[in-house]
Nanobody, 122 residues
Framework: QVQLVESGGGLVQAGGSLRLSCEAS????????MVWYRQASGKQRELVAG???????NYADFVKGRFTVSRDNAKNTVYLQMNSLKPEDTAIYYC????????????????WGKGTLVTVSS
């Protein structure tokens, strides 16, 4: 069964950097559009950044200039580079992707990753 596998979370001091990765676990499928969300304790899940299949990106205002979303189609992976981290960036980060069949580009399904915890200390 295909999964979105996230990695790269952890504990970092304010001002530091982390890079999150989200990879589709089975090469039969490729990632089309993907969105990164986050959910802090006691708060609603919010959109952080997104990237289209063609590489067009969009960002929430609160991460513009600090976070960068990118993709490596050969590795079937999307990244979220997070710089100048702040304590308020502490949250569980989730990737959400539209998967397509790699051979035909036909739509398959939308998947969520299980999340990776990012903790930024002050």
């Amino acid at each position: 069964q295909v999964q979105l596998v996230e990695s790269g979370g952890g504990l970092v001091q304010a001002g530091g950097s982390l890079r999150l990765s989200c990879e589709a676990s089975i090469s039969t499928f490729s990632i089309s559009a993907m969105v990164w969300y986050r959910q802090a304790s006691g708060k609603q899940r919010e959109l952080v950044a997104g990237i289209s299949r063609d590489g067009d990106t969009n960002y929430a205002d609160f991460v513009k200039g600090r976070f960068t979303v990118s993709r490596d189609n050969a590795k079937n992976t999307v990244y979220l580079q997070m710089n100048s981290l702040k304590p308020e960036d502490t949250a569980i980060y989730y990737c959400n992707a539209d998967l397509v069949f790699r051979a035909t580009m036909r739509a398959y399904a939308n998947y969520w990753g299980k999340g990776t915890l990012v903790t930024v200390s002050s």
